[in-house]
């Protein structure tokens, strides 16, 4: 089934020409993408005014800051009675060095549009965080039974390795890993989308993975650069996905209206 994903922009902290842009890089890389990841290209429409989204959609929604006491969560993937939906705290960003699009060598942020393409792959591949790879798999010199299916995790931080230009202007994307990187046997990459990952299950400096051995003994492995208040909000950030996955059963999915369609009725979220 066609995926039509929206992308919204109710903090305010960035333009709609902005958004236009971040959209359409995001639509050159898809095809190298899901390629890559043997899926449909899903269909992904900017959407500066948020009431023009068709009820029930996918959608990615640049807010501004995270909830309280959330302080460095950057962005967030889950589904809501079956639908996925994702977050980015573009103010946050904004607000500790980062940048829209892109930045200077050596400014040490990343940048919104980043955060925003690191929510979308993975919420293409996995949208709940619930689908594990069984191994067993070894990384960082530890071995556990499965390791979730998270894309973009073990290759965060190579900010600027992955980008595209849009009208002259250089978009900086996150890194992602390819369905390589989750076999065990694989014995040549590339591994990751910027050919930076060295095999199965390898970490860059500043990315982690969450592993377990059992449902419920879920925990993450962090490279070795990986600054100690970044590992705290990530564990704060697989409590908090636990606390918003709901208790009831999703309803049949309907396919959402095609981009340009007019909509059936504002979007409640």
């Not at 918003?244 to 981009?259: G, I, L, N, Q």
Request: net charge negative; with cysteine; proline share 10%.
């Amino acid at each position: 089934m066609k995926r039509f994903i929206y992308f919204t922009n109710t903090g305010g902290r960035i333009s709609a020409d902005d958004l236009q842009t971040i959209v359409q890089a995001y639509t050159q890389e898809m095809p190298r993408f899901c390629e890559d990841h043997s899926i449909e290209e899903p269909v992904l429409t900017a959407a500066p005014d948020a009431t023009t989204v068709p009820s029930g959609s996918e959608f990615i929604d640049f807010k501004d800051q995270p909830p309280q006491g959330e302080d460095g969560v950057l962005g967030d993937h889950f589904e809501v009675l079956g639908k996925a939906r994702g977050e980015v705290f573009a103010g946050y960003e904004l607000d500790n060095g980062g940048a829209v699009l892109n930045n200077p060598p050596g400014a040490g942020g990343t940048t919104a549009s980043a955060i925003g393409f690191h929510e979308l792959t993975e919420q293409l591949r996995n949208p709940d965080v619930n689908v594990w790879v069984d191994g067993p798999i070894t990384t960082q010199g530890q071995t556990f039974v499965s390791v979730v299916q998270e894309v973009g995790d073990p290759a965060e931080g190579d900010e600027g390795a992955v980008k595209q230009v849009v009208n002259g202007v250089e978009v900086w994307l996150a890194n992602t890993v390819t369905p390589k990187w989750f076999d065990p046997e694989a014995t040549s990459g590339p591994y990751d989308r910027a050919g930076l990952l060295t095999g199965p299950f390898t970490v860059r400096d500043t990315g982690y993975v969450a592993v377990r051995n059992a449902p419920g003994s879920e925990t993450q492995v962090f490279g070795e650069k990986m600054p100690a208040h970044r590992r705290a909000l990530k564990t704060l950030q697989w409590k908090r996905r636990l606390r918003r996955r709901p208790t009831v059963s999703p309803p049949p999915a309907t396919e959402p209206a095609p981009a340009g369609a007019p909509p059936s009725e504002p979007s409640k979220e």
